[in-house]
């Protein structure tokens, strides 16, 4: 292995471990997002049905 590769690597390796977190956070907040609107709306509907009034 020259030199050149492992530098290369060692750069590959830096962008990925900097990377990584980062897409999983994004990822995971995206998903965790989804989770929590469709489990309001479900609440939402089995709430009561009466408008209430604030005059």
Known sequence: ????????????NTVVCLALPKLLS?????????????KSAITSQGSNSEIPSFS
């Open 1 to 12: 292995m020259s030199l050149i590769d492992g530098i290369f690597l060692t750069i590959l």
């Open 26 to 38: 994004v990822i995971l907040t995206v998903k965790n997002q989804n989770t929590e609107s469709s």
